[in-house]
């Protein structure tokens, strides 16, 4: 069985009232927040099996459905629809790795990805409180949407504040309400000491597949049986070095999202593809887990660079075409096309977190250059 498991399990461990977070009956490692397992209990009321086919499903849904919520923001922005229609394409296209790897896996990747790109067309759409409704439950689920949910209210007045600040409430109170004062209140707790507090410390996973950027550093240069045995491993640097060269350029990276969040706000005035693409890119880098699976927000990525390419001039088109091979290598690279050496040591060499490190660059880059072919709207939210 796939990871599934561990969402059902969760489910299972939430109506019986036992932990979440120290693998009773199975749960392997469960780092969702409390409010997730109360909504993974409606997969608990099947058996495993049936509960992840039907997942399954949804997810093959979900996938159509962040494709035309994709289709929806490009229009947003006047972009020709033959170029967006070719862009879809080419997105779906450089993608299609990961959201098969999804798939696969029966991950909660898609439902996190689809719930934010409905909340931007919500915000398009003067919708706030669903746009604020989606971001704040999203990053109940699954903590990493926060980024975005940061984003939409830098570009807010008072009244979304006060709506996020009632779904977190409702989201925080539910399940400590549902599952009892005590106990839910020891699940806040274990979720803290489980999973928020040893990245806080400076946790870092080096599984062969975790392609964030800490992960990435310390796979090449600190001693790991992978690394010896597919050969990624570099050097070996100190530990504190280490450490302090990850902080630095995790540190010059939220200094990246701050920049681009004030420049729009205050400069632009103004909503560009280029950042919500940024912000997609930037929540990988800086994730403490990061597998194959979590990078289906590439098929929003990839589907704006393409339409960036093809509404750049013949001059401006060299830089798109290195990053447009480098995306599709790694969209073919797996164990059934290279062979599991090859695959593993691309794995350890993170040569997704090198791309997804280029074209954030590259596209905040873009973002403050103001040429004409990255095109921005009026701000969303009031």
């Known amino acids: 069985m796939s990871d599934f498991n561990v969402f059902w399990q969760a489910g299972k461990n939430y109506g019986d009232g036992v932990s979440l977070y120290q693998q009773i009956g199975g749960a392997c490692r469960y780092i969702y927040p409390p409010f997730a397992a109360m909504l993974f209990r409606f997969f608990s009321l099947f058996s495993l099996q049936t509960a992840a086919a039907i997942y399954c499903f949804v997810n093959f849904i979900l996938w159509v459905g962040i494709f035309y919520y994709t289709r929806a923001i490009l229009r947003l922005f006047k972009i020709p629809e033959r170029n967006i229609t070719i862009s879809l394409w080419a997105g779906f296209i450089l993608s299609f790795r990961y959201f098969l790897y999804h798939l696969n896996f029966i991950q909660m990747n898609e439902l996190m990805l689809l719930m ?193 390419f093809l509404n750049a001039t013949k001059k401006e088109r060299y830089i798109f075409y290195p990053l447009l091979f480098f995306a599709f290598v790694n969209d073919i690279i797996g164990s059934s096309t290279v062979g599991f050496a090859m695959y593993y040591k691309s794995c350890g060499y993170s040569l997704l977190t090198i791309m997804t490190f280029m074209v954030a660059i590259f596209q905040a880059w873009c973002f403050f250059s103001k040429r004409r072919n990255y095109p921005a709207i009026n701000g969303f939210a009031s």
């Open 116 to 308: 934010s790109l409905a909340a931007i067309k919500a915000l398009a759409d003067k919708k706030n409180i669903l746009a604020i409704g989606l971001l704040v439950v999203a990053t109940f689920i699954k903590i990493i949407p926060i980024f975005l949910l940061i984003w939409a209210l830098s570009k807010s007045k008072w009244r979304n504040y006060i709506y996020a600040i009632g779904f977190v409430l409702i989201c925080f109170s539910l399940p400590v309400v549902t599952r009892g004062i005590d106990r839910g209140v020891q699940d806040i707790k274990e979720y803290y000491e489980t999973f928020l507090a040893p990245f806080k410390e400076g946790r870092v996973e080096v599984g062969i597949e975790n392609q964030g950027l800490a992960s990435a550093l310390y796979k090449v240069f600190t001693v790991t049986d992978g690394g010896t045995k597919y050969g990624y491993f570099i050097t070996e640097l100190s530990l504190p070095t280490l450490k302090l060269i990850t902080k630095v350029i995790t540190l010059l990276l939220l200094l990246l999202y701050g920049a681009v969040l004030i420049y729009s706000k205050y400069i632009r005035k103004s909503v560009s593809l280029l950042e919500i693409s940024f912000i997609l890119l930037f929540t990988h880098l800086v994730s403490g887990v990061a597998w194959e699976y979590h990078f289906v927000s590439f098929g929003f990525v990839f589907t704006v660079l393409f339409a960036q």
